[in-house]
């Protein structure tokens, strides 16, 4: 099958009406009554697309297809600019705070008010104490420490040590994405052939919409415009929009808190309490009176209170741009 030709046209930003057109009709004609190329020979990337009049300027200027050429064809771009687009905030979701129960416990040969300089035997808890009944570091009754003084009299509890689980990063806000804009626009459009030209006659019409030369596209945008048709446009018809953001991330937990009830008992079922008191995880070691020479053979920590942490966001920040695509090279006749 003939291929169909289109009458491939530029419009001048600096040329106005029909100046420096007509002069050039005949060449054109020339061309448009070339005869089609051998369907067997090794194919030209230049008579692929045979015609079309093409238009390329600024967007808000480009006019509608001429009288010659009026259908519509194709519209492509030059010249991309986009907008930074901007990311939603990134925040954290509060961090659950759990409670160790503490390790470090002490019996003092004193009571709480006269514990300075006092004797002082370990009654730790064992490590990784979940809280539950521990009968470690046992000391009997009557214990006597210095000679003739009762080891228990009152017991002190350093603090328990909060943890705080890792919060959740999300995201606060919507983002913007600004839509690419084209400043050049190259504007196609065919030819109508609905009129037979008389032999002779150039069917290629001329009108105040501007200067037009003939164009063609490279089969293979890269490849170099050969010979007369060096005249090159290099246009795309699409981009692709590979902005994104960077994943919001959540510092360590900050500022979590619990409070822990604990307890000395003079039995190893943990029933028969000895003392009792409150330790907190920001607060400093507590210490609670017991009955003198009292066995101490037990202990429990029971979670209380607790509050969340705080972790510090970060991320959200753009990342990526939009990339021209779909490329196309036209180009076109100028004349020697």
């Avoid at 040329?15 to 051998?38: K, M, N, Q, W, Y």
């Avoid at 705070?97 to 300089?117: F, R, Y």
């Avoid at 900050?254 to 009792?276: I, L, M, N, R, W």
Wanted: charged share 20%.
């Amino acid at each position: 099958m003939i291929m169909r030709r289109l009458v491939v046209t530029i419009a001048s930003l600096f040329f106005g009406g029909l100046a420096g057109v007509t002069a050039g009709c005949g060449e054109v004609c020339e061309h448009l009554s070339a005869p089609p190329p051998d369907p067997d020979a090794k194919p030209d990337p230049i008579t692929l697309l045979p015609t079309a009049y093409l238009w390329v300027g600024p967007k808000d200027v480009a006019p509608p297809c001429p009288p010659g050429a009026p259908i519509p064809l194709f519209e492509a771009y030059a010249d991309m600019t986009a907008a930074l687009h901007k990311c939603p905030a990134c925040a954290c979701g509060p961090s659950e705070t759990t409670c160790k129960g503490p390790l470090g416990w002490d019996a003092v040969a004193a009571p709480c008010a006269d514990t300075a300089g006092a004797s002082a035997v370990p009654f730790d808890a064992p490590e990784n104490w979940n809280g539950i009944c521990s009968t470690t570091a046992k000391i009997q009754a009557d214990k006597m420490c210095a000679g003739s003084i009762p080891c228990a009299q009152s017991v002190i509890v350093q603090p328990p040590q909060a943890t705080g689980e890792a919060c959740k990063p999300m995201t606060v806000g919507e983002g913007t994405r600004p839509e690419p804009d084209w400043m050049t626009l190259a504007r196609g459009c065919q030819v109508d052939f609905s009129d037979t030209p008389e032999p002779g006659e150039c069917n290629v019409k001329y009108d105040s919409t501007g200067f037009y030369r003939l164009c063609k596209r490279l089969e293979n945008p890269t490849d170099e415009c050969p010979g007369e048709y060096s005249d090159r446009h290099e246009l795309f018809h699409s981009s692709t929009d590979e902005r994104t953001c960077s994943p919001c991330t959540c510092g360590t937990p900050q500022g979590g808190a619990c409070t822990v009830k604990v307890g000395a008992f003079s039995d190893e079922d943990c029933g028969s309490q000895a003392g009792s008191a409150y330790a907190s995880s920001d607060g400093p070691a507590i210490c609670f009176d017991v009955p003198d020479g009292t066995a101490l053979l037990g202990k429990t920590s029971e979670s209380a209170t607790s509050s969340p942490g705080e972790c510090a966001p970060s991320g959200g920040e753009p990342m990526g741009q939009v990339i021209p695509a779909q490329p196309v090279t036209w180009c076109c006749y100028v004349s020697s």
